[in-house]
């Protein structure tokens, strides 16, 4: 039963991952908190042991998504290694700092985050002052299937500094950092939807494997899980990204700002009466 519903979680985690750019961490690890704490089907696995086997996975979700949206040429890969750069340093740090929270604390965290990036997702059309980012930095140019053109950018010593401090919440929560990223590339860098999760996924990829590394070090990976959650992580990766090509734009964004807020809100509710 524990293994089938790691299963199911982890085949979500992917299609939801993949279908906007999260990584699938941001689905697995409050699925797991939930059916660990509340359920009780998992006594075993600590919030830094669910952190690890997330990790593990989207090295994964991040490798089969790519290879997805490099098909369809909607990966940018010099603005995914830049982020990358910046990110690894961050993703060591924020795994040795994960190692003295605990549960409520985690999950108080974890849930915060998660609502501010949703508000900030649901104002992104009045924030005026986005465009800076673009016009004071390196400039791109992409044209979608309708051949409608979009025009994006950002300083890149602000590119590093963000991205350290999204691979310092990657390695803090297992998140991917793809739920932090992709609401900062179409919010200050103005990235077509469709791109910013295809670059985000190819980030996630390269920050897992860092993200990983550190993790098993700190014995934070629960290796008989992964036999469940992995592959059925990667098939849905595979569905996610399917389905993301047959999905507009705005449809993305919508599903992002719905999905962030609903689990930052259950988060938050299990940080404050679970302790």
Not at 118 to 124: D, E, F, N
Not at 220 to 228: D, F, M
């Amino acid at each position: 039963m524990e293994f089938l519903l790691l299963a199911i979680a982890g085949l979500l985690s992917g299609i939801v991952g993949a279908l906007i750019g999260l990584g699938g961490g941001v689905i697995l690890v409050p699925a797991l908190l939930f059916l660990g704490t509340a359920l009780a089907f998992f006594p075993d696995l600590s919030p830094q042991k669910i952190v690890g086997l997330s990790v593990i996975m989207m090295i994964f979700t991040g490798l089969s998504s790519t290879l997805s949206y490099m098909k369809v040429k909607t990966v940018d890969y010099r603005s995914g290694l830049l982020f990358f750069i910046g990110s690894a340093p961050g993703t060591i740090i924020g795994a040795f700092v994960n190692k003295g929270l605990d549960l409520p604390s985690f999950n108080l965290y974890f849930g915060i985050l998660l609502v501010f990036l949703a508000l900030l997702l649901l104002i992104r059309n009045r924030l005026k002052a986005v465009h800076w980012f673009v016009e004071n930095g390196r400039k791109f140019t992409f044209k979608d299937s309708m051949n409608k053109e979009y025009v994006y950018g950002y300083p890149v010593w602000f590119a590093l500094l963000l991205t350290f401090g999204v691979g310092f919440a990657s390695g803090l929560f297992g998140i991917g950092g793809g739920s932090i990223m992709v609401p900062a590339m179409i919010l200050l860098f103005l990235f077509p939807p469709h791109v910013a999760v295809g670059t985000s996924m190819f980030m996630v990829f390269l920050s897992a494997i860092v993200n990983s590394v550190t993790h098993i070090s700190l014995g934070n990976v629960p290796w008989i899980y992964t036999l469940a959650v992995v592959p059925a992580a990667y098939i849905g990766a595979k569905i996610g990204a399917s389905l993301n090509k047959k999905l507009q734009s705005e449809t993305l964004v919508v599903i992002l700002r719905i999905a962030l807020l609903v689990l930052g809100l259950r988060s938050i509710y299990e940080g404050l009466f679970s302790s």
